[in-house]
């Protein structure tokens, strides 16, 4: 028998041992599949948890390519579900606010729906007064994706795609989307890999919309968590949220987190930014310096767990929003009522009205071209 890592003349004991390390990896590291329901129109649902060897969970659904729950140690080992979420898939057939969910497939706001490509104006459906947000009024967030295990080196990871038709909520050009969740099996962290192609110039930009609560989901409001963003400048927005175009420091602002500071400590300060976003929904301009790939974003604290956050991306930008628009009307895992301010928000992306913003990074996808984004949330203690 060949049995890798097996050396001839090993005692019997030592091959045992082994063979049970071996063995025990392989069943830390998993997958499991289960049933989450059905569609009103009879389409089956399905929750993929994933494990790794130190014990961190992920569970994601196929409606709306959608994380269900993070589940990490905190500062004592207790494993608690650090992400909102619902206990079944009605909640996410009747969620308003993307929880968890892959937006797409323009993920944040595009001004009074509509932009102009190539000569061509689109007009897309209107979700957000005058808006469109993430991706219109039937987005990537209500769609059944097609799931798929890809085994990689003793990781786990599940591959989500999608086909978006041309005209799709008034978008042009068919977008294939893929959304590839990791979990590595040596660190407590999760990958999210997105790739896109069309058959015709379109504007693509894909986020994930999970909200964190650090001490656990439903445990409170997230004020006292400290933030860093490696961001010296940011996006301001108008009373719609849409950006003016311009890109302003964040120095002598309540938006400067370029050091570590509470995140409630001015989200009340009578700032015009501020009073628009009822406390904090902006994007930040990531400070790349010319460094390209994934660059740490953003870092959260929270003291009471001890937890900590670290976001990595490859985009351009990344929008903190606090939960400013939960009113209690999500009842979520076991009941319980998400709350203002309860969650924050790190979606990384491009910037938000960039079809109609030609000084801002293109979102433009054509024909031939490779739309490849990655996101990257590690979890630790302090």
């Known amino acids: 028998m060949n049995i890798p890592g097996v050396r001839r ?42 494990t790794n060897a130190h014990g961190m969970q992920v569970a994601i659904t196929n409606y709306g390519a959608a994380i269900v729950s993070i589940k990490v140690p905190g500062r004592q080992g207790k494993m608690d579900d650090v992400a909102l979420g619902y206990d079944t898939l009605d909640g996410y057939v009747s969620d308003k606010a993307f929880l968890g969910a892959t937006v797409g497939r323009y993920g944040n706001r595009i001004g009074h729906a509509k932009f102009t490509l190539g000569g061509t104006e689109y007009n897309l ?36 795609s999608y086909v978006s038709k041309d005209g799709e909520e008034g978008y042009p050009g068919t977008l294939r989307a893929s959304v590839t969740f990791t979990l590595p099996n040596d660190r407590n962290a999760l990958i999210i890999d997105y790739r896109a ?46 950006p003016t175009g311009e890109i302003l420091a964040t120095k002598g602002t309540p938006l400067d987190f370029s050091k ?81 301010r309860s969650a924050f928000c790190l979606e990384t992306q491009h910037f938000p009205d960039s079809p109609n913003k030609p000084s801002f990074p293109s979102t433009e996808l054509k024909p031939g071209q490779e739309y490849r984004s990655t996101t990257e949330f590690r979890f630790s203690v302090r």
């Open 260 to 340: 570590p500071v509470e995140i409630g400590a001015r989200i009340n300060d009578n700032d015009p930014q501020l009073k628009f976003g009822k406390g904090y929904d902006h994007n930040y301009v990531l400070d790349r310096n010319g460094k390209p790939g994934l660059i740490e974003a953003a870092e959260v604290f929270d003291p009471q767990s001890g937890r900590v956050l670290q976001v990595y991306t490859t985009e351009p930008g990344i929008q903190f929003y606090t939960g400013n628009f939960l009113q209690g009307e999500e009842h979520g895992k076991g009941g319980k009522v998400y709350t203002y």
């Open 125 to 160: 459906a209107k979700n957000n007064g005058e808006n469109t947000l993430h991706g219109g009024k039937v987005g990537f967030n209500k769609k059944v994706w097609q799931a798929r295990e890809v085994p990689s080196g003793g990781e786990q990871s599940l591959e989500l």
């Open 197 to 242: 192609t069309t058959d015709k110039t379109t504007v693509v930009n894909l986020t994930n919309h999970t909200y964190f609560n650090l001490s656990g989901e439903g445990h409170g409001d997230i004020l006292k968590y400290q933030l860093e963003l490696d961001a010296s400048h940011f996006t301001p927005v108008d009373q719609t949220l849409i």
């Open 9 to 50: 003349g090993m005692g019997i004991a030592a091959v045992g041992l082994l063979l049970l390390s071996v063995s025990s990896l392989q069943a830390e590291s998993k997958m499991e599949k289960k049933p989450f329901g059905q569609l009103p129109d009879g389409q089956a649902i399905d929750l993929y948890t994933l």
